[in-house]
């Protein structure tokens, strides 16, 4: 397995600058603390809220995104133990795109593998019994949580983009793409 090494004087931040040339609402990578998710949010709603019902839906869904960064990246900040990871915002004429990456320990990322895979296969009404099944597991039982997982995909009603790149033999980088309809006028579960 290829160790992922860079170093910071040879990145080029044009190359990257061009992957996100057009319609980024928002770019950040760092901490994810208390502070910084309050901000975020307060952006979020401000640059959505010309179409309330998506506003939001996006605003749900970076919520339960940024909190599993700030819980559960192996990358920490100390010695406050803060998550560090990344969020993207972006927007076309019919749709928000919101992504969340960190890295995970590769025991964790088999496990939120499978919980998208699952995720992505049920339908909406199912999609909410699984998440109340998931509720109701005692706290540290196998499989538990993820809710978060489960209520992007229940608020966005798109399936879960999620990438797992390998790093090294005990870390891979998860990151994860939901689209949010413009158009959807239909109330949050």
Not at 37 to 54: D, G
Request: aromatic share 8%; with cysteine.
């Amino acid at each position: 397995m290829e160790v992922i090494s860079l170093n910071p004087m040879e990145v080029n931040l044009f190359e990257y600058h061009k992957l996100f040339i057009k319609d980024i609402l928002i770019s950040y990578k760092g901490p994810f603390d208390q502070f910084i998710v309050a901000k975020f949010s307060n952006r979020v709603r401000e640059l959505t809220a010309n179409n309330p019902i998506s506003s939001k839906k996006i605003h749900n869904v970076f919520m339960e995104l940024a909190q599993n960064v700030a819980y559960y990246s192996k990358e920490r900040r100390m010695p406050e133990d803060i998550g560090i990871g990344t969020v993207v915002l972006g927007e076309s004429d019919q749709f928000y795109i919101f992504g969340t990456g960190n890295i995970v320990c590769n025991e964790e990322m088999m496990i939120l593998k499978q919980k998208c895979e699952i995720i992505n296969s049920l339908d909406h009404e199912n999609l909410r019994e699984y998440k109340r099944q998931q509720r109701n597991l005692i706290p540290g039982t196998k499989g538990n949580a993820h809710i978060g997982l489960i209520m992007s995909a229940l608020v966005a009603r798109t399936p879960l983009n999620a990438i797992f790149t390998p790093i090294d033999s005990k870390s891979s980088y998860f990151s994860i793409m939901v689209k949010v309809d413009k158009s959807l006028d239909k109330e949050i579960d």
